[in-house]
């Protein structure tokens, strides 16, 4: 029996996709763990070695971050120093996405000039070109700066790599024990000391402004909360009221200063301090224990650690007349130590998860909390002022260290840190 | 009871016994049988007879030879016609039960050729029956097995299409993950990508996959978004063939919609 006319007519109709057929694929998540750039030697064009490697500051930032993949420098098939020398092409074929090129060049002042640009592999398009003056000493800053608007150009996120840290170091035996207040460049170099005590110093705060840090220090022998002009070293008592003076938290506006206090009845509640009148307010009046408290970006509420449950968890409290505190965290026993991110929407918090303490992101509306470390007592969660990473304290080898985690989860790094033990690190806001 | 009476009778009985079997052989030897007398008629009378009587006897004698030959004559001739007829019965008879014979045979066959004709013919009509039942049958089978192949066709189409339908689906499914894996593992998603943010690129490919071309439909992310899809885009070319020449398309819309990472 012959085939019918129509049958290849058919099967050839149904070889053609449906006009609505048209292939839609959905994207879900980014599975690249970084962004493949290189960052070129900077050209320098007077006699001598160069004063400062630049490129090299850059291409370790970038690299630290996690989130992005410098070529190594032997690598390169080519090393322009403008824009218009990059031959997208070859970049391409390395499967490098973005290159960094640029000059460095002698002023006649004796300064240095900074010239950089941004290409994207892709289009062969310059992203970025801008020129900033330094001197010898700020070369590094310089850097820096660099890497934080290749970081947000590329990113969307502003860079935190000119930003700082501020942490308490430990050493010596237990008989003779030392402790420092230091501070440092995000990436752990440049470390200058800013308080040094035999005695406990204890929960750095950053003022908004970046100049100066609350801490707790416990040399006078009793607690008492200092404010120190890191600039001038000029050391201002706070708050020394009997018992418990603790967790200084500043107010957005650095106005205020938020505290934990047991004063006389020996009940740690959260108090509000502001700072000019020394005016003090009691916040919370509760017989279990209320401290570290944080306040909201926008200043209106202040989180903090309350046990009035029987276990700690983390509470928000409006600052509004009659408000009364909330409970924000429900999952797990143990949460505390809130740190909230820039853009008020998580907390950092301390959870006890599956026997370790660990830190977690908590959804600030809903509660929900996403485990991001994986160490054994990870504590004093510290948030980057572009909210993309979080800064703790963790044991590493019996000591303690410094670690930065995504707040993705996705990347983990170690903080380069100095001998002896270092404790309760504060990210510092961005420089103003 | 007898042996009683018997010893009383016996010696009387036995004396008078034998006085009578005396008697009797006395009578016997009296009265033995002598010689009997010839009773045959001695044929000396006859010579007594004259001639003429004996001329008479001698004429009635020929004349009753004459008439007895004459009788035996006649009685022989029509022993002969008894016989001939007889005879010619019997032939007749024969001739009769021959004929009878034959026309039995001829009826017979005369009946068998009826027989054998309408036999024939009964046959033949049989066949032609058959013939035309087959005939009829053929043509209905014709028409069943062409409704028949007809209806296997179109359940094989049916099943084709289906079939290719869903190998097609199959296929395209499989084209669609092939290129989402090969631009999720180029995409480097930034971090803080708002929630909600979703961008739509058309891409423009040839065959072989190279990308030749892309625009951005609705797009709601920013521009560290766009960038970062743009040269996810750029590092995807050449994308992954499809298994199936024909599920190549010109222009594919990639729908980039972070997947939520923050609860």
Redesign the interface.
């Given at each position: 029996m012959r085939r019918p006319w129509w049958l290849p007519l058919l099967l050839f109709t149904l070889a053609i996709p449906r006009a609505d057929a048209q292939l839609t694929v959905q994207i879900l998540r980014g599975m690249a763990e970084s962004v493949p750039i290189a960052v070129v030697p900077l050209g320098w064009d007077a006699p001598g070695a160069a004063p400062y490697d630049v490129a090299a500051t850059v291409e370790a930032d970038l690299g630290r971050s996690g989130r992005f993949r410098p070529l190594p420098r032997g690598q390169m098939l080519e090393l322009p120093h403008d824009a218009a020398g990059v031959d997208v092409a070859d970049w391409r074929m390395l499967k490098v996405d973005y290159v960094v090129v640029g000059q460095l060049s002698p002023l006649p002042d004796g300064r240095f000039e900074l010239r950089y640009e941004l290409v994207q592999a892709a289009t062969g398009e310059r992203l970025l070109g801008a020129t900033l003056p330094a001197d010898r000493g700020a070369l590094k800053l310089a850097s820096h700066r660099v890497s934080d608007a290749i970081y947000e150009r590329i990113l969307g996120v502003r860079g935190a790599f000119s930003t700082r840290i501020a942490y308490v170091a430990v050493d010596g035996p237990a008989s003779a024990r030392g402790y420092r207040l230091v501070v440092a460049d995000a990436d752990g170099a440049n470390e200058r000391v800013a308080f040094e005590s035999p005695q406990p110093i204890l929960s750095p705060a950053w003022s908004p402004d970046g100049r100066s840090l609350a801490y707790v220090s416990f040399h006078s022998g009793l607690p008492a909360v200092y404010v120190q002009t890191l600039r001038t070293g000029e050391r201002t008592r706070v708050s020394a009221y009997s018992g418990i003076n603790g967790a200084p938290g500043f107010s957005p506006d650095g106005s205020q200063l938020a505290l934990a206090l047991s004063r006389r009845d020996g009940n740690v509640d959260i108090y509000v301090l502001t700072l000019a009148s020394k005016e003090l307010r009691r916040l919370t009046d509760d017989p279990a224990i209320d401290t570290e408290p944080a306040w909201t970006p926008d200043g209106r509420s202040i989180y903090f650690t309350s046990d009035r449950a029987g276990a700690p968890q983390v509470y928000r409290l409006g600052l509004g007349e009659g408000e009364r505190p909330r409970r924000i965290t429900f999952e797990g026993s143990y949460n505390a130590r809130p740190r909230v991110s820039p853009d008020g929407r998580e907390l950092a918090v301390v959870t006890l998860d599956r026997g370790a303490y660990r830190i977690a992101a908590v959804d600030a509306e809903r509660g929900t909390l996403r485990v991001l470390t994986s160490g054994r007592l990870d504590e004093s969660p510290s948030w980057a002022p572009n909210g993309a990473d979080v800064i703790y304290a963790t044991r590493e080898g019996g000591r303690g260290v410094l670690a930065i985690v995504a707040a993705d989860g996705r990347v983990q790094q170690r903080l380069a840190a100095s001998a002896g033990e270092v404790r309760e690190p504060a990210w510092s806001p961005f420089a103003r | 009871m007898s042996a009683a009476v018997r010893p009383v009778i016996a010696p009387a009985g036995w004396s008078v016994a034998l006085h009578l079997v005396l008697a009797g052989l006395l009578f016997v030897g009296l009265t033995l049988p002598q010689p009997e007398a010839p009773l045959e008629i001695l044929p000396i009378d006859a010579m007594v007879v004259d001639q003429a009587v004996i001329l008479a006897a001698s004429r009635q004698r020929r004349e009753v030879e004459r008439r007895q030959a004459e009788a035996r004559r006649r009685e022989q001739v029509e022993a002969e016609a008894r016989l001939e007829e007889a005879e010619r019965v019997e032939r007749a008879e024969a001739e009769r039960l021959v004929e009878e014979q034959r026309r039995l045979e001829l009826e017979q066959a005369t009946q068998a050729k009826a027989r054998a004709d309408a036999e024939a013919r009964r046959k033949a009509e049989q066949q032609a029956q058959a013939k035309a039942a087959a005939e009829r049958k053929r043509a209905t089978d014709d028409a069943r097995l062409?409704a028949e192949?007809e209806a296997d066709?179109r359940a094989r189409?049916a099943e084709?299409?289906q079939r290719?339908?869903a190998a097609?689906q199959g296929l395209?499914a499989q084209?669609?993950r092939a290129?989402?894996a090969h631009?999720?593992?180029?995409?480097?998603?930034?971090?803080?990508?708002g929630q909600g943010a979703s961008c739509t690129v058309h891409v423009m490919q040839i065959p072989g996959g190279e990308v030749v071309g892309m625009r951005f439909g609705t797009c709601n992310g920013?521009?560290?978004?766009r960038?970062?899809i743009?040269?996810?885009v750029?590092?995807a070319s050449p994308l992954p063939p499809p298994p199936e020449p024909?599920?190549f398309?010109r222009?594919?819309?990639?729908?980039?919609?972070?997947?939520e990472?923050?609860?």
């Open positions: - | 062409r192949r066709l189409l084709e299409e290719t339908g097609f395209k084209y669609i290129i989402q631009v999720e593992q180029r995409w480097f998603e930034p971090p803080g990508i920013g521009e560290a978004m960038r970062s743009e040269t996810a750029r590092n024909g599920l398309e222009e594919i819309r990639l729908v980039f919609t972070p997947k990472q923050k609860h």
